[in-house]
């Protein structure tokens, strides 16, 4: 069950593709009496995937929703945002 305050981190800005994937080690070996929750997309995930063995090995119970969005969506759309495309 989530609690009703828990708190929440979000990074939407071109150029930090790879975030998520490191954030969420981070926030789990703060807060090891907690469990994360991610929702990272397929292009992040790529860039830093070997992470996830580092959460395996610290013994991390992190969860993470690997989303197929179709991309770079976040690259996509801030080359052009009115259709998506290059």
Known sequence: MIELM???????QYGSI?????????YAQAVPEKRVIACIGDGS??????????????GQKSIIFLINNGGYT?????????????
């Open 6 to 12: 828990a708190l929440y981190e979000f990074q939407m």
């Open 74 to 86: 976040v690259s996509v759309t801030s080359i052009d945002p009115t259709n998506g495309s290059f």
């Open 18 to 26: 790879g975030w998520s994937v490191g954030a969420t080690l981070g």
């Open 45 to 58: 995930f790529q860039v830093t995937a070997q992470d996830v063995s580092t959460m395996l090995r610290c």
